[in-house]
Every structure is written in structure tokens, then in C-alpha cells.
């Protein structure tokens, strides 16, 4: 074997290696309970020099996440590279209604956070989905995710796990239909339809190892494009964890306000995922109402700062800000309805 056919069996290997890499350091904490690496712990927030906080909380937040990165930034590229884009734009065409039910239920087998989801949104959309489909996958699976729903009814209770897949389900169909009709959201697809057509021809004859280092390629590019820009809004958000006080937060979340400013409260206040069940029922021990949980369960990982700066890089900032107000607009109508039928009950 000479280098030139090495090289190629190198990159499939690191490729195929990298996804598999990325998937133990997600499952193996599961089953182990206990991760294989250890994770940076910090003291309260507050605690430390203000120039410090966002170091000590990026610090924090990759040593949990880069093996959730390593694994959605693979996948992104082995969705580009490999899906057939005549199969993703049948599947997940934005023209049909069963595209978006497909996308939103298919989102909930990947655990990860809004800002892990960035690169694999990046990646069917390069492989030929819809922008409205593409976006109901991208906000249904850090809102909804099995994990999230089994933590959910674990830590809080079963009614308001149940309440979170149905309206993150709906929600996520009904934002992604609006986005798929926007002038700005025709636009993107049209973008990516014309890039999805150009890699079709380049695709035809290509063997095995070549996609493999296409994928690798695709992954970097997506890499490269929102991951600086998350990792400034996580950085920037960690003031806010530090210097907002959650007594203060819990006396507003109650009644309809609380409804309003949970849903909203959430845009800011980026938490990964399944910390935000934790977090919500933190907020439920010191009143919040369960309304209001619910809307920040829903608005929260649809909408934060951090992965819309990260997703901006991949569709335009009409399609983003559409898509958060959105998500806002459908967790306050999923409080007012879950606190109605409460009392209800």
C-alpha cells in the first residue's frame, strides 16, 4: 500500500473513530454514572474576580460538553457527506406536513443541548432538508430529548414531562411550518439548495473513504463557523447565572407574569441540558409555579442566546429571531394552558 492510498484509509479511520469517541463519552456517563473524565466543578459564581467567571464557567461547560461536540459536529458531517440530498429533500421537504411531524419526531433519540444541535441542524440542511423541517428538528431535540423528558418526570413530576414533549412537539411543527413560509426562510432554502445540488454532482461517484473525508471537511467547516460564536455566548451568559439571584427570579414566576417572564427568562439564563430540569425544580422549591416551569422548560432550550449567535452562522438573523420569538410565544401559551387545566383538574 503506497501513502497516497493510506491517506484516504487514515481519514475514514479518524473520522469513523472520532463519532465513535463522541458517542462513548455521552453514553458512558449514563451507564457508569459517572463521567469517564472528570468534570470541572466551580464554587458559586459570585465567588470569583469578575474576569475570571466567564474563564471558570467556559471551563466548566466544555469539560461536560466537548464530547457532546465531538460527536454532533461528526454527525453534522456524516449527514452532509453520506445522506443521498434526493432522499433528505423527500423525507424533509418543507412542502409537506409529514416532513415536519418526521423531524420532530425523530429529534428526541439525540440527547444533547440547543448548542450540540447547531452542527447536526447544519448538516441536513447541506444534505438537502427544508429550512422549516431542519428548524423543527433543531428545536425539538434540546427541548424534548428522551433524557430530558425521563429527568423531567424523575426530578419533578410525570403530568408536567408529559405537557413538555406534547407542546415541545407541537411547537416545534408549528414554528418550523411558520419559518418554512417567511420570504427569509424561502431564502435559506433556495441558499442550500443550490449547495446541496452542486455536492449531488460531486457525490456521484464517490467511494466510502472519500465521504468519510468529506465528512471530516463538513465538520470542520460547521466547526469553524459556529463554534466560536456559541462559546462567546456562553460566555457572556455566565454573568448572568452569577449575578442574578434565583430567590428574586422565583417570587415573579407565579400567575400569568410568571408564565410571560418564565418563557422569557430562559433566552438569557442558558443552562445544558438536563441541568435545566435541576434548575426548575431549584425554582419550584422556592415557589416558581409549575405554569411557569413549564414555560421555561420550553422556552429555554429553543431559544437561548448562545445557540442562536451559534445557528446565525449557519441561516440568516431574520430566520433566527423568527424562530426565538416564536419559541417564546408557544412556551407561554403551553404555561397558560398547562396552569388552566391545573386548576382545572
Do not use: Q
Not at 457525490?203 to 466510502?208: K, N, Q, S
Not at 448562545?306 to 445557528?311: D, L, N, T
Request: charged share 10%; aromatic share 12%; hydrophobic share 55%.
Amino acid at each position: 500500500m503506497d501513502i497516497k492510498d493510506s491517506k484516504p484509509i487514515a481519514k475514514t479511520i479518524l473520522a469513523w473513530g472520532l463519532l465513535g469517541f463522541g458517542l462513548l463519552m455521552l453514553i458512558y456517563p449514563r451507564v457508569a454514572h459517572h463521567p469517564l473524565i472528570p468534570v470541572f466543578k466551580y464554587h458559586a459564581l459570585n465567588s470569583y474576580h469578575p474576569a475570571l467567571i466567564p474563564i471558570v464557567y467556559l471551563g466548566s461547560y466544555i469539560s461536560r460538553a466537548w464530547g457532546a461536540f465531538i460527536f454532533a459536529f461528526m454527525l453534522g458531517g456524516i449527514i452532509a457527506a453520506f445522506v443521498p440530498a434526493h432522499r433528505m429533500r423527500r423525507l424533509l421537504s418543507g412542502r409537506k406536513l409529514k416532513s415536519y411531524i418526521l423531524a420532530a419526531a425523530f429529534a428526541p433519540i439525540l440527547t444533547v443541548c440547543s448548542c450540540a444541535m447547531i452542527p447536526i441542524f447544519g448538516g441536513i440542511l447541506i444534505a438537502g432538508a427544508g429550512i422549516g423541517p431542519a428548524v423543527s428538528f433543531l428545536l425539538m431535540a434540546p427541548a424534548a430529548n428522551i433524557l430530558a423528558l425521563i429527568f423531567t418526570a424523575e426530578i419533578i413530576s410525570w403530568k408536567l414531562a408529559a405537557a413538555r414533549f406534547g407542546f415541545s412537539f407541537l411547537g416545534a411543527i408549528f414554528i418550523g411550518y411558520i419559518l418554512d413560509k417567511t420570504p427569509w426562510g424561502k431564502r435559506e432554502t433556495h441558499k442550500y439548495s443550490k449547495i446541496t445540488a452542486a455536492k449531488e454532482v460531486e457525490l456521484m461517484h464517490v467511494d466510502f473513504h472519500k465521504k468519510s473525508a468529506d465528512a471530516l471537511k463538513e465538520a470542520w467547516g460547521l466547526a469553524s463557523k459556529a463554534l466560536p460564536y456559541l462559546l462567546l455566548g456562553v460566555a457572556a451568559v455566565s454573568y448572568v447565572e452569577a449575578y442574578l439571584p434565583k430567590e428574586v427570579v422565583a417570587t415573579y414566576l407565579t400567575g400569568v407574569r410568571g408564565v410571560i417572564l418564565g418563557a422569557a427568562i430562559g433566552v438569557p439564563m442558558y443552562t445544558p441540558t438536563l441541568v435545566e430540569v435541576f434548575l426548575v425544580k431549584a425554582l419550584i422549591n422556592l415557589g416558581m409555579s409549575p405554569g411557569a416551569a413549564l414555560a421555561f422548560l420550553i422556552g429555554a432550550p429553543m431559544a437561548s442566546i448562545p445557540s442562536m449567535m451559534g445557528v446565525s452562522r449557519i441561516i440568516n438573523w431574520r430566520c433566527v429571531l423568527n424562530y426565538a420569538v416564536l419559541a417564546i410565544i408557544v412556551g407561554i401559551v403551553a404555561g397558560l394552558v398547562y396552569m388552566g387545566t391545573i386548576k382545572i383538574l
